[in-house]
């Protein structure tokens, strides 16, 4: 069974850093692609970065030079890195990876950036 959980959600001031974690179960995070995506109120979700199995990592445009993604693969944790925060950026925040044939998400964390 395949669980992804997120952590390290909360308030920020804007210019501040945040870091999130996606603790995975079930799946191997070094040998599938992981994604972080995002969904503000009243948005649709949108992809934020993601990293291959071989380590091609790409990131949305208004993320690039703030965010960074990364794996840790002795914990089996993909994190996202957040630097320079934008009230914009606030968000519930979801990680996914695709296993056998199906993509799996987490439950998602709140990210809040206060102006």
């Known amino acids: 069974q395949v669980q992804l959980v997120e952590s390290g959600g909360g308030l920020v001031q804007a210019g501040g850093s945040q870091r999130l974690s996606c603790a995975a179960s079930g799946i191997i995070v070094s040998l599938r692609a992981m994604n972080w995506y995002r969904q503000a109120p009243g948005k649709q979700r949108e992809l934020v970065a993601g990293i291959t199995s071989d380590g091609n990592i790409n990131y949305a445009d208004s993320v690039k030079g703030r965010f960074t993604i990364s794996r840790g693969n002795a914990k089996n944790t993909v994190y996202l890195q957040m630097n320079s925060l934008k009230p914009e950026d606030t968000a519930v925040y979801y990680c996914?990876?695709?296993?056998?044939?199906?993509?799996?998400w987490g439950q998602g964390t709140q990210v809040t950036v206060s102006s």
């Open positions: 996914n990876g695709d296993h056998a044939g199906n993509r799996y």
